[in-house]
Nanobody, 113 residues
Framework: QVQLVESGGGLVQPGGSLRLSCSAS????????MGWYRQAPEKERELVAI?????TIYADSVKGRFTLARDNAKTVSLQMNSLEPEDTAVYYC?????????WGQGTQVTVSS
């Protein structure tokens, strides 16, 4: 069974940076969506950044601060700069392919002084 392996969360001060990485446990064909969502306490899960159909889509709240990259066929990374307390959340990797619809286990990002 394919799994998504996430890494890179942690605690950072406002204005700092973190890099999240997500890798599928094996190569997957015809990936349609791969990227990151997040869920803050008492809020619904929301899109952060995804690659879909060759395009990269960002939430308005992270445009200009976050960059999503496709590192290889089965790995994406999210570079997060100028982090704000409002970015505090559990970040989830997501992958959708012809035969897969996967979520990662989540990684905590906390922005606090």
């Amino acid at each position: 069974q394919v799994q998504l392996v996430e890494s890179g969360g942690g605690l950072v001060q406002p204005g700092g940076s973190l890099r999240l990485s997500c890798s599928a446990s094996r190569n997957i064909f015809n990936i349609r969506i791969m990227g990151w969502y997040r869920q803050a306490p008492e809020k619904e899960r929301e899109l952060v950044a995804i690659i879909r159909g060759g395009n990269t889509i960002y939430a308005d709240s992270v445009k200009g601060r976050f960059t999503l990259a496709r590192d290889n066929a089965k790995t994406v990374s999210l570079q997060m700069n100028s982090l704000e307390p409002e970015d505090t959340a559990v970040y989830y990797c997501r992958l959708v392919a012809d035969t897969e619809n996967l979520w990662g286990q989540g990684t905590q990002v906390t922005v606090s002084s």
